[in-house]
């Protein structure tokens, strides 16, 4: 994983005046790997990104992408970004905003055309963006982050405000891109997408990276309570003795159980027979994860 | 700042122009008041003895003072808040983009606009004086100084739009600092500067301090540039007195070097500013 890093943060710290910023930040993405960066508002996503793109001064650390130490002309060439919700010059086209974008990247003209193709926008490449709807314009965003095949793309917010299928759409052309084998980074608030989508999940907490691991990695060592509930076939009063936990309703039953003890607790439950009718395990949620993390030592 | 890229960003910005109309209006603009006051000139010019291109470029060198750099601002206050507003500013500078190439890209675009508008707007007047008679080798050189002086004016209030484009932080402000930056230069500059004329009442002020600070402010300079092509438009335009007092060229070298300075500043103004 060394040897193909294509971003290499290393205690990177930018304060601003006062709260925000990000502090001591030590992260890395391989080729072709997705990492998700998860956060609140303001807990230093777009600082961070913004740091590793050379749009903000930092004030400590280091930063390599493929190889290139930050603000070279190399380090910059390797690098795209899909900035939060962009919207590209109303009065321009599809075809004529790319074009640009190739230009300036000094990559054939063809590059831009194809990839208008592949991004599903063939059909409204000359009209104007303003006539765009949402989903287009971000496809029209994802397009130049494909131009001259970077080596690492950032990407913030990529489907915020993207009705399911433009989201699901926008994801198939993430994951091509890591195929490809582009180290990409998606910042998001959308933490059911992220689970099926990405290799790795980092969480900032006030501009502090507090994990930093896949996803099955970091339910493990959080050690959420996986919760249970039965049904019994009449009054469920004997079950709420044996397991605690609280009473839905007259019939029902809910508890938690660890990792450790879970199935120690099913063999138990099982051994009951016919006096359990129906077992749902519910496992503790993305939601619950990211909490976890996102609020860890906070005094509240 | 390779010029590929310069020329790459110019050409978007053409466009852009060209497509919400602002060249059209520009130039409509600047031709329908030009036309105007060579028609309502018509009558006077046999009055005072001067052809009609005369009277008409005097008419239209007060209007170019106070429409070129309001064309300009209304073209340039959008050039930076705009795309910060839109993201894609943050965007483009990722790019192997300079904040100077990106300036100068726009810069390029506004003034091929400005000048296609400056060009067409008074040599429409041109065309008319002439076919009316009223115009002769004289007059129509003058002619080429207001369109020369008038480009150079507007090129510097483009500059001074990107400044204020480059402090503000949405386009509403950026719009609002363009009102004020031209009601100080073009309004109340005058204003301030006649008030102390007549509170001077012909001392030293007036005859050695006031002819620089006029020639200092781009708007004046033009005024003073235009008039000293002839005895004939210092008569028409009043302006002769303080552009005398004046070596040759300062009003030149005044035009001149503010939109160079105003992008330099711009240059600076941008740099601070993280998207």
Same mark, same amino acid.
């Given at each position: ?17 006062? /709260? ?42 280091? /930063? ?27 009065? =321009? ?21 194809? =990839? ?81 989508? /990405? ?24 050690? =959420?309570?996986?919760?249970?509930? =039965? ?38 439950? /099982? ?30 | ?74 073209? $340039? ?24 190439? &990106? &300036? ?38 003058? &002619? ?20 204020? $484009? ?90 001149? &070097? ?18």
């Amino acid at each position: 994983m060394t040897d193909n890093a294509v971003l290499n943060v290393s205690g990177l710290t930018r304060r601003f005046n006062g /709260t925000g910023g990000i502090s001591d930040v030590t992260l890395r993405v391989a080729a072709g790997e997705r990492v998700a960066l998860l956060g609140h508002n303001g807990a230093g996503k777009s600082t961070l990104m913004k740091a590793v793109l050379g749009l903000l001064p930092v004030d400590r650390g280091s /930063t390599s992408i493929a190889g290139h130490a930050l603000g070279s002309a190399e380090a910059r060439a390797a690098v795209a970004y899909l900035p939060e919700a962009v919207a590209f010059h109303p009065a =321009l086209t599809g075809r004529e905003q790319l074009r640009l974008f190739a230009k300036l990247a000094q990559v054939p003209r063809k590059e831009a055309d194809d =990839l208008l193709d592949r991004v599903g926008l063939a059909d409204a490449a000359d009209r104007r963006i303003g006539t765009y709807s949402k989903g287009m314009r971000q496809r029209l965003g994802m397009a130049q982050v494909f131009l001259g095949k970077p080596a690492l793309a950032l990407l913030d917010e990529p489907t915020s405000g993207l009705d399911p299928i433009a989201r699901h759409d926008l994801y198939a052309l993430i994951d091509a891109l890591a195929a490809e084998g582009t180290g990409v980074m998606i910042a998001s608030h959308a933490l059911t997408e992220i689970e099926a989508r /990405t290799d790795r999940i980092a969480i900032l907490r006030q501009g502090q990276v507090v994990a930093d691991a896949p996803l099955s990695e970091l339910f493990a060592r959080a050690q =959420l309570p996986i919760r249970i509930r =039965l049904e019994a076939p009449g009054d469920a009063s004997a079950l709420f003795e044996r397991f605690g936990g609280h009473r839905i309703n007259g019939a029902r039953v809910e508890f938690s159980v660890t990792a450790d003890n879970k199935m120690a607790r099913l063999a138990e439950v /099982t051994a009951l027979g016919t006096a359990v009718r129906d077992l749902e395990i519910i496992p503790p949620s993305l939601e619950t994860l990211y909490r976890h993390y996102s609020q860890q030592g906070e005094p509240s | 700042m390779s010029p590929g890229r310069v020329l790459a960003i110019a050409e978007t910005e053409f466009r852009i122009l060209r497509r919400n109309r602002w060249l059209f209006i520009a130039t409509a603009l600047l031709s329908v008041f030009a036309l105007a006051l060579t028609i309502s000139g018509a009558s006077t010019s046999g009055a005072l003895g001067v052809d009609l291109l005369t009277i008409s470029v005097a008419s239209m060198t007060t209007l170019a003072v106070y429409l070129v750099p309001l064309v300009a601002l209304l073209m $340039s206050f959008e050039a930076i808040a705009g795309d910060a507003e839109r993201g894609s500013l943050a965007l483009l500078l990722t790019y192997p983009v300079s904040r100077g190439t &990106l &300036l100068l890209g726009k810069f390029v675009a506004h003034v091929a606009g400005l000048a296609i508008a400056v060009v067409i707007g008074f040599g429409l007047t041109g065309v008319v004086a002439f076919a009316m008679g009223g115009a002769g080798p004289e007059s129509g050189l003058a &002619l080429l100084r207001l369109m020369a002086g008038s480009i150079l004016l507007g090129a510097a209030f483009l500059a001074f739009g990107y400044v204020v $484009s480059g402090f503000s932080r949405s386009v509403a402000a950026a719009a609002g600092g363009a009102g004020f930056v031209w009601l100080i230069l073009v309004v109340l500059y005058d204003l301030v500067l006649l008030a102390m004329v007549i509170w001077d009442n012909g001392g030293a002020f007036s005859r050695q301090v006031f002819p620089w600070v006029l020639a200092a402010n781009p708007a004046d300079a033009l005024r003073l540039f235009s008039v000293t092509a002839s005895t004939e438009q210092a008569l028409a335009t009043g302006m002769g007195a303080a552009a005398n007092a004046l070596p040759q060229g300062v009003a030149l070298l005044s035009l001149l &070097l503010w939109p160079v300075a105003g992008l330099m500043l711009a240059r600076l103004v941008f740099g601070r500013r993280v998207p």
